[in-house]
């Protein structure tokens, strides 16, 4: 009887022993794992751009009046110097204010009298260089048969050219009295008066360069003032990229570096290359409402126009902007890394546990970190780790499903 006691007290204390062990045993952490592998690897800079026509010529109206309504559309095609693309009739001149009227009739009175004074001035020089005419013609006769002085020749062939001179004068005087009568009279002109509106006065404009017609400002006729954009032209096929990057972006690239257009509505992706940078930045307003420095980039496009055949004028296209690469960097997904202290780290697996490293990183882009040193290729890391891995937790990879 007592030989039983002791053999069912050793079982419950060893069925004790067996329970507590089950109760404190730590059961492994379900963890996602990824391999450091050596491979090509590109750190890029995203932005979001426009296409545009590489040379856009604006066509103006050159004098005030109305355009005539548009001989061509959108999308015609034009050839340089035989193309019409606008006309244009001269402003008709602005009705007169009574005040005005008064000093228009008056300006013309005074030019009237102007011409009447040259026209006077004209006939006494005329008279006066016909006497001079005459007394030289005497002065050579009497030289010529002694009767008179070298001297009073000389006198008299002064004389000539003096009236020539003032002859010339007045008729240049009358020309002028002439010209000041003319524009006097044209501030008198009234808007439908018949001396402007004639048909074959209107200007016409010609293409300035081959292309397409890209923009019309207004179909309709329309009254027009000196300078006003009428229409644009250029080659739709002659296109480059420009896209508003943040100052801090833009500091990193340089020109001639390579861009991978995505998203740009076609098959696959195109290639362009970074042509110039703008020398100064504007600010801008984010969709959050944050204030922003961004600077314009222009990329020209590399792929060949038959890639690309539907690609037109403002079109949008995202860029992945190669700010640096190389095809041989050890290199593990961004998720594996978090701070410890003031340096990187990660959990590495050996054999069924998490071990924290200490890591060296390089460059990064969105999806990988370049590791410098502390792990080698093939080396297994945890992804996403959670708060409940610590170093020497019991782990086991997550199942597929």
């Known amino acids: ?185 044209a501030a008198l002109i009234e808007p439908g008066d018949d001396a402007i509106n004639i048909e074959d006065c209107c200007l016409q404009i010609m293409a300035p360069v081959d292309g397409r017609v890209l923009e019309i400002e207004m179909i309709s006729e329309r009254p027009v003032a000196a300078g006003a954009r009428l229409l644009s032209i250029g080659q739709p096929e002659e296109l480059e990229i420009v896209a508003d990057v943040l100052s801090n972006d833009a500091v990193r690239l340089e020109v001639g570096d390579q861009a991978i257009v995505e998203r740009w509505g076609g098959p696959g992706t195109l290639e362009a290359r970074l042509s110039e940078i703008e020398p100064s930045a504007y600010t801008k307003v984010s969709a959050l409402g944050i204030e922003e420095q961004r600077v314009d980039v222009v990329f020209d496009l590399v792929s060949p126009k038959e890639k690309r055949p539907s690609l037109g004028h403002g079109y949008a296209v995202n860029l992945r902007v190669v700010e640096w690469e190389n095809d041989d960097v050890l290199q593990i997904p961004l998720s594996a890394l978090f701070r410890q202290g003031e340096d990187w780290a990660v959990f590495v697996i050996e054999g069924n546990a998490a071990r924290l490293r200490l890591v060296t990183i390089g460059r990064t882009n969105s999806f990988s970190a370049e590791v410098l040193d502390g792990l080698s290729a093939n080396s297994e890391v945890l992804v996403h780790p959670s708060e409940r891995i610590e170093d020497g937790t019991p782990v086991v990879r997550r199942s597929a499903d």
């Open 1 to 185: 009887m007592k030989t039983r006691t002791v053999i069912l007290t050793t079982f419950g204390v060893l069925t004790a022993g067996m329970l507590g062990i089950v109760a404190f045993r730590t059961e492994p952490v379900p963890v996602d794992i990824a391999m450091a592998e050596r491979g090509p690897m590109q750190v890029t800079v995203n932005v979001e751009g426009k296409t545009r026509i590489a040379e856009i010529y604006d066509v103006a109206a050159p004098i005030r009046g109305v355009a005539r309504r548009s001989p061509v559309r959108v999308g015609d095609a034009v050839k340089a110097g035989e193309t019409v693309v606008a006309t244009i009739n001269p402003a008709a001149s602005d009705p007169l204010d009574p005040r005005s009227r008064v000093q228009a009739e008056a300006a013309i009175r005074e030019a009237e009298a102007g011409l009447q004074m040259s026209r006077s001035n004209l006939r006494q020089t005329q008279e006066e260089l016909s006497l001079a005419e005459s007394e030289y013609r005497r002065a050579q006769q009497l030289v010529d048969r002694g009767v008179a002085s070298l001297t009073r020749l000389e006198n008299a062939e002064q004389t000539l050219g003096v009236r020539q001179a003032a002859h010339e004068a007045a008729l240049s005087n009358l020309e002028m009295a002439k010209g000041a009568l003319d524009r006097a009279r």
